[in-house]
């Protein structure tokens, strides 16, 4: 079926910024809707930002006006640029693809902030 391989998590400071990819492969890469998903500590996952194939974008309110989600050209690859990063965005990030009526899930990546 494929699968999906994000990178770009770490640690960084309150106000820094860090910029995270996923790259899909297999039968799930393509024109999909494809984002973003994140799980802090004793929370249930929460979406973060999708982008629809022919590029509408979406995002929570809690990131929109400090996060842009894009994808390549190929629509293999979807990018989430996260600036003015706070402790609050601590938490494992998770790419999506939306595929046959169903998300498609990575391994996710660890993004902590703090001090």
């Known amino acids: 079926q494929g699968q999906l391989v994000e990178s770009g998590g770490g640690l960084v400071q309150p106000g820094g910024s860090l910029r995270l990819s996923c790259t899909a492969s297999g039968r799930i890469s393509g024109v999909n809707t494809m984002g973003w998903h994140r799980q802090a500590p004793d929370n249930e996952r929460e979406f973060v930002a999708g982008?629809?194939?022919?590029?509408?974008?979406r995002y929570a309110d809690s990131v929109k006006d400090r996060f842009h989600i894009s994808r390549d050209r190929s629509m293999t690859t979807v990018y989430l640029q996260m600036d003015d990063l706070q402790p609050e965005d601590t938490a494992v990030y998770y790419c999506?693809?939306?595929?046959?009526?169903?998300?498609?899930w990575g391994q996710g990546t660890q993004v902590t902030v703090s001090s």
């Open positions: 982008i629809v194939p022919g590029g509408t974008t």
């Open positions: 999506y693809t939306f595929y046959r009526g169903r998300n498609i």
